[in-house]
């Protein structure tokens, strides 16, 4: 059966209605750009012509899978100017999300009228470009050069007040229908298109601190640089600039940062859908509990309410059940000040939330999460007072970041109910979420865990059962060949500096000091009675933590941190410790370049995440990927071990690893080659 055409168009007296219909965001693919070019020819001799969207939405961006190949007439950009250059004025009726490609062809537009909830953005600069059909030639003429900096330098999202506010969008309605209906009853004088005005004076000290703030925040991704390049050529004639916009665009699609950008795009969506769920109905879930209320408990307590269940949090006794409810509340409170909750929101999410020294209270809650002490005597206790009191069919989910849930789960009965839920601290912040499956978890209660994390906004990946799972299972690799730097020659600050470098917000050691060193310590010496004799051990960290220096709250680890200040500062006694320990092995001590460093521990991540691929441990690829960008802050715009080490080549990388695993014989497996 033949598709209906992406674009229509309709008279209704001496007004043209054109309606895009291209599901399901109305992307601007080759079928919508000439059926606009066809358009604004179909359009000729009526009044005024209303660019309406079908659907949950206006325009909201380009068709990516269209920027590996080359381009297909007709081009956006001409497109967009058909439409400004149109005989007869066309209004931009929006709703949704009016974004990349959607937002040019708005600004092209002689007027502009929203819904009051709809969203606008230029986000091109997320996938390493800058727009391409005048975005950065338009904007700032349309608002301004210092709100055209801050929107297109960093892919915010605008709401129709705020483009309101800043003349950008006409009117703001609730019923869209009656309020162009009324405005094309008394159309005002056609305004002077936006392509033709002025870029409004703006100070000439703005661009320098511009750049100066986007060096600081982009930590090496290109494209905000390239996006504030493109906002300066808007003071030359548009005729002149645009098509500079136009090539510029074009060139950035084919560099390796776009590459990584989009595939992290696409492997947000992909990793949503694992062929584990493939078929599964996930259950509707509304009331949790959650067994623990530190700082893991009460954040993953406020993660749920935020995503609008109810929550019962036990506690061991009354105190310490009324201190986790003090600590949720604070950071619902913060919720507000951030502006993510209103206070209406916040007395209802409240309503929705009480903590208790009673597992009893657990009884109806349709799902559990444990979230104590990482001990598996501790947590098998959890299970079995949960066991007690809830039904048979809820699901048992267990936060543990590196125990076996087999073992956590033994001797419960359900079994097929019985899941990982791996939250990352802060959990009502940070993104990821490892779902573990054991061999027994049923396919229903694996595809729940997903729509659980869609609620919460997180981005969920699944894992099978191995030490430390993915993530904590790369980390634990990338720590062991960072140490054989330590040992080998490197310092603590020459590591980070060099994982800085890279694009890392911060390096090994400065991430150890901040989450504390004694976690991973208890999981060496749980680890020690079975780990491969033949594997090279350093026992640095191992000796920081006999003397009690475990990071920023003890005041110092790998760095010092004086009068509370969490600023890392270079300790002479752990770096002669550390010269020390070489001294004692027999180590001769060398000089790593800063290139050498980051890219041992690259390979090193990479590969041990194609050994969790061949293991089953991860679906794919990608998986790892994600987990590494929304875990452990591996740079995005570098889109993840995996993809940057298929970037560079695989046997680049393939080489520095069997370099590693040569001077440390017995410590490393390589994987197969990918």
């Known amino acids: 059966m033949q598709q209906p055409p992406p674009v229509k168009v309709e008279r209704e007296g001496d007004i043209a209605w054109v309606t895009i219909d291209n599901p399901p965001v109305n992307a601007t693919s080759i079928g919508v750009r000439q059926g606009l070019a066809n358009a604004v020819e179909a359009v000729k001799g009526a009044r005024v012509a209303v ?4 659907g949950k939405t206006f325009i909201a961006g380009g068709d990516m899978s269209e920027f590996d190949a080359p381009p297909v007439e007709p081009h956006l950009p001409d497109v967009v100017q058909m439409i400004e250059d149109s005989e007869v004025p066309f209004v931009a ?19 502009r009228i929203a819904a009051s909830d709809t969203r606008f953005g230029l986000p091109e600069v997320k996938v390493g470009l800058i727009p391409g059909a005048g975005g950065t ?12 900096i801050d929107i297109a330098c960093s892919g915010k999202i605008l709401t129709a007040q705020d483009l309101l506010d800043l003349g950008a969008v006409d009117y703001v309605a609730e019923d869209l229908q009656s309020a162009v209906r009324e405005f094309v009853t008394d159309l005002p004088d056609r305004p002077v298109p936006v392509s033709q005005r002025d870029v409004p004076k703006y100070p000439p000290e703005l661009i320098e601190k511009s750049r100066e703030t986007l060096l600081k925040r982009s930590k090496g991704q290109q494209s905000p640089l390239e996006n504030l390049t493109a906002l300066i050529w808007s003071s030359e004639p548009f005729a002149k600039a645009q098509p500079k916009e136009r090539a510029r665009h074009l060139e950035l699609r084919q560099r390796a940062e776009s590459r990584a950008l989009r595939h992290a795009f696409f492997a947000e969506r992909n990793v949503a859908r694992p062929l584990a769920i493939k078929g599964a109905i996930p259950r509707d879930i509304s009331r949790i509990a959650v067994v623990g209320g530190g700082l893991m408990g009460a954040g993953i307590a406020t993660a749920a309410l935020l995503g609008g269940l109810s929550v019962t949090l036990i506690e061991r006794d009354a105190d310490a059940a009324a201190a986790a409810h003090e600590r949720v509340a604070g950071l619902l409170q913060g919720a507000v000040s951030r502006g993510k909750l209103t206070g209406a929101q916040l007395q209802d999410r409240m309503e929705a939330f009480r903590a208790v020294d009673d597992y009893a209270a657990a009884a109806d809650a349709q799902l559990a999460v444990e979230a104590v002490f990482e001990d598996l005597a501790v947590k098998q206790q959890v299970f079995a007072e949960l066991a007690e009191y809830m039904d048979g069919e809820a699901i048992l989910a267990t936060n543990t970041s590196y125990l076996d849930p087999m073992e956590i789960f033994a001797g419960i009965n359900n079994q097929a109910c019985c899941i990982g839920l791996h939250f990352f601290s802060p959990a009502h912040v940070m993104k990821l979420l490892e779902i573990v499956r054991t061999p027994h978890t049923s396919s229903e209660v694996i595809a729940t865990g997903f729509a659980i994390g869609k609620r919460l906004g997180k981005i969920s990946v699944l894992s099978g059962i191995c030490d430390g799972f993915i993530g904590n299972r790369m980390l634990a690799a990338y720590r062991r060949e960072a140490d054989y730097l330590l040992a080998d020659g490197a310092l603590p600050y020459q590591v980070d500096e060099a994982m800085r470098e890279f694009g890392m917000p911060m390096g090994p050691y400065e991430l150890q000091d901040l989450t504390g060193l004694q976690i991973a310590w208890a999981n060496r010496k749980r680890n020690a009675a079975t780990r491969n004799p033949q594997e090279r051990y350093v026992t640095i960290a191992d000796q920081l ?7 920023q709250r003890t005041g110092k680890g790998w760095y010092r941190y004086d009068d509370g200040n969490r600023t890392p500062i270079r300790d002479p006694d752990v770096e002669s410790l550390i010269e020390s320990y070489s001294a004692a092995h027999d180590i001769q001590r060398r000089e790593f370049r800063t290139e050498e460093i980051s890219s041992r521990l690259i390979a090193v991540l ?13 679906e794919s690829a990608e998986a790892v990927d994600m987990v590494q960008i929304h875990g452990y802050g591996f740079p995005r715009w570098r889109g993840g071990p995996m993809n940057y080490s298929n970037e560079i080549g695989p046997a680049v990388s393939r080489q520095t690893m069997e370099t590693v695993a040569a001077e440390n014989p017995g410590s490393w497996r390589i994987a197969r080659e990918r």
């Open 51 to 54: 660019l309406t969207c079908a």
């Open 93 to 111: 009726l929006m709703h949704g999300n009016v974004l990349g490609g959607g937002f040019e062809v708005a600004m092209a537009c002689a007027w």
């Open 137 to 148: 030639q338009r904007l700032p003429r349309l608002v301004g050069m210092e709100a055209a």
């Open 545 to 551: 933590c006999e003397n009690g220096r475990f990071g």
């Open 606 to 618: 990479s590969n041990e995440g194609a050994l969790i691929v061949e293991e089953g441990i991860a």
